[in-house]
């Protein structure tokens, strides 16, 4: 909520495009994360009559839910990006945008490495496409930054030009998490090496 709060300001001084699509993407991980957490705490309820088996696919449906979060800010972004290619406008106070991209990296790589943590002892799939989109946030991010650091040289175009490239890496991401999530709801078949693995310890 810091950092929606911190770019809104930021995007509302600068004007940048690749500032709007790191704010866009910050709003989308916030409702991702909500997502998530909710479907963690439902994951963890014991089986009953109706869920024999658990409720542990609810991290899946979450992370596919994530995925079409994704892929949603993805098209808002490039409308915006196009937009302004097609009616160009200068960007304003960019050491604020600048200042304010940094401050999102720093606590981006911080979150990171907790839910790594987290990753790690838990195995959780929901967590590990939230770790994977917070992951895009860091290029995202720095794809931002370089946008603003090229428009202060006299290059206003790299502005949009980036704000479409962030858009189609979120795009990818969405679609990474999306296979994911529908490989493991449709109970798809581990590797061979994995199932070896299985065997021998049995």
Known sequence: C??????????????????????VDSTMD???????????????Q?????????????????????????AGSAGFLALQAFD??????AVAEIGVGMGVIGFAIVLTLGLLAIQHYVIRRTGSQAIR?????????LA?????????????????????LFGLAI??????????????????LMDHELPEDDRARIIALM
């Open 2 to 23: 810091l950092l929606i709060l911190a770019k809104l300001v930021a995007w509302l001084l600068t004007g940048s495009v690749s500032v709007l699509a790191s704010l």
């Open 30 to 44: 916030a409702g991702a994360s909500l997502i998530n957490l909710l479907a963690v705490r439902w994951s963890l």
């Open 46 to 70: 014991p089986p009953d009559e109706e869920h024999r088996f658990g409720h542990g696919k609810a991290e899946a449906l979450a992370a596919l839910g994530q995925a079409t979060f994704i």
């Open 84 to 89: 302004r290619l097609l009616h160009p406008r």
């Open 129 to 137: 496409a939230d770790a994977l989109h917070y992951a895009t946030d």
């Open 140 to 160: 995202t991010n720095a794809a931002a930054l370089i946008a603003l650091v090229l428009t202060g040289f006299g290059w206003p175009g790299s502005d949009p």
């Open 167 to 184: 858009g189609a890496f979120i795009l990818y991401s969405a679609a990474h998490i999306a296979r994911e999530a529908v490989q493991l």
